[in-house]
Nanobody
Framework: QVQLVESGGGLVQAGGSLRLSCAAS????????MGWYRQAPGKQRELVAT???????NYVDSMKGRFTISRDNAKNTVYLQMSGLKPEDTAVYYC?????????WGQGTQVTVSS
């Protein structure tokens, strides 16, 4: 069964940067459009950014210019480079296909931004 494992989260001050990684156990990343999602406390999970198998990207407006999604097909890994972090970016970040498939949700990685 394919698994997606997120890593790279942590505690960072406002204005700081983090790079998240999502590693897959199979070829899912090479052949699918992938997305990063996040869920803040008390809120629904939301889409952050997507990237196609060909590398075309799309971002939620509030993340444009601050977040960059990328992929390394050879490593079966998708990345999310985050800069200019704000306290409201605090959330658990997940990767999945886009649209998301319930069976691929992993544990996520916690990002906490202090003011």
């Amino acid at each position: 069964q394919v698994q997606l494992v997120e890593s790279g989260g942590g505690l960072v001050q406002a204005g700081g940067s983090l790079r998240l990684s999502c590693a897959a156990s199979g070829s899912i990343i090479r052949i699918n459009r992938m997305g990063w999602y996040r869920q803040a406390p008390g809120k629904q999970r939301e889409l952050v950014a997507t990237i196609t198998s060909g590398g075309s990207t799309n971002y939620v407006d509030s993340m444009k210019g601050r977040f960059t999604i990328s992929r390394d097909n050879a490593k079966n890994t998708v990345y999310l480079q985050m800069s200019g972090l704000k306290p409201e970016d605090t959330a658990v970040y997940y990767c999945n296909t886009a649209p998301a498939e319930p069976i691929y949700w992993g544990q996520g990685t916690q990002v906490t931004v202090s003011s």
